[in-house]
């Protein structure tokens, strides 16, 4: 099993301002995902980090406000820009172990409970 | 389109038997999961069902029909800890998890 580091764990932040979490993965994986958890409801996913290249974004979630990077097989960001008390919510980092047929997995961060006020 | 469903809430006893179930419709299929959430914590791998039929795997047991896009997720000798959210989730054939809702248990004596 991959064991997954995001930081920071909590934070409180002023709106308008940016958040940028970190997600290092202790082995190499295949995909990495951030997902969204708002209070009493399941997890919805922002986007995939692709290495190297743009994140791929799902459905009502945009580069400007939720910029990822990935350098390498191993770390990826996600920031949280111009927020509003509206991004309140935990986020977690995902990831899929490299090899589907053994480890068909997916492992999470602890994740990070952003407060905005 | 992607749907997923749960049941929202459950309420079982300590020491019985529960069965939660999912029924999903996706473009595409590459394996179910079920994970376990506790309050305040990140999810837990349960288990991952790919073929047709019942996964074991100590007091949990998970079962998928691919044909009727069902499974289930079978907790045995409730235990007051197993109060948690239990999480459905389809894999599709780009590798990303979809999340049901999530159906929230709670084990009362």
């Known amino acids: 099993s991959a064991v997954i580091s995001q930081k920071p764990s909590r934070d409180i932040c002023q709106r308008g301002t940016s958040l940028t979490i970190q997600c290092q993965v202790d082995s190499q994986v295949t995909m990495m995902f951030w997902y969204r958890q708002q209070p009493g409801q399941s997890l919805t996913l922002i986007a995939t980090?692709?290495?190297?290249?743009?994140?791929?974004?799902e459905s009502g979630f945009v580069i400007d406000k939720f910029p990822i990077s990935r350098p390498n097989l191993t770390f990826s960001t996600l920031t949280v820009s111009n927020m509003s008390p509206e991004d309140s919510s935990i986020y977690l980092c995902s990831a899929l172990g490299r090899d589907r047929g053994l480890d068909p997995e997916a492992f999470f961060g602890q994740g990070t409970r952003l407060t905005v006020v | 389109g992607q749907n997923i469903d749960q049941p929202t809430e459950m309420t079982a006893t300590e020491g019985a038997i529960v069965q939660i179930n999912c029924t999903y419709q996706?473009?595409?299929?590459?394996?179910l999961f079920w994970y376990q959430q506790h309050a305040g914590e990140a999810p837990t791998f349960l288990s991952y069902?790919?073929?047709?039929g019942l996964e074991e795997k100590g007091r949990f047991s998970s079962f998928l029909s691919r044909s009727k896009g069902y499974s289930y997720l079978l907790l045995k000798e409730l235990q007051m800890k197993d109060s948690a959210s239990y999480l459905c989730?389809?894999?599709?054939?780009?590798?990303?998890?979809?999340f049901g809702q999530g159906t929230t248990l709670q084990v009362k004596p």
């Open positions: 980090a692709n290495q190297g290249s743009e994140a791929t974004y």
């Open positions: 069902n790919v073929l047709d």
């Open positions: 989730a389809v894999k599709g054939n780009t590798g990303k998890l979809i």
């Open positions: 996706t473009s595409g299929f590459n394996g």
